[in-house]
């Protein structure tokens, strides 16, 4: 697949996912623990901010 046509990668954090999904934090993280969303995803070195997101999934 040519590189233009490939998505690419964008990260929010859980104040934008709460927005998008309409849910909220205790229910995010449920849903995480039960498989039924995507879990967080670690970024890089320090700050390790534990609420990023990939908008992708």
């Known amino acids: 697949m040519d590189k233009k046509h ?7 954090r859980l104040p934008e996912v709460l927005t998008r999904t309409g849910y ?10 039960d498989g039924s969303f995507p879990r967080s995803v670690k970024l890089g070195g320090p700050p390790i901010d534990p609420n990023v ?3 992708r999934a």
């Open 6 to 12: 490939t998505p690419q990668k964008r990260f929010i």
């Open 24 to 33: 909220g934090r205790t229910t995010i993280y449920r849903k995480m623990e």
């Open 53 to 55: 997101f990939d908008s």
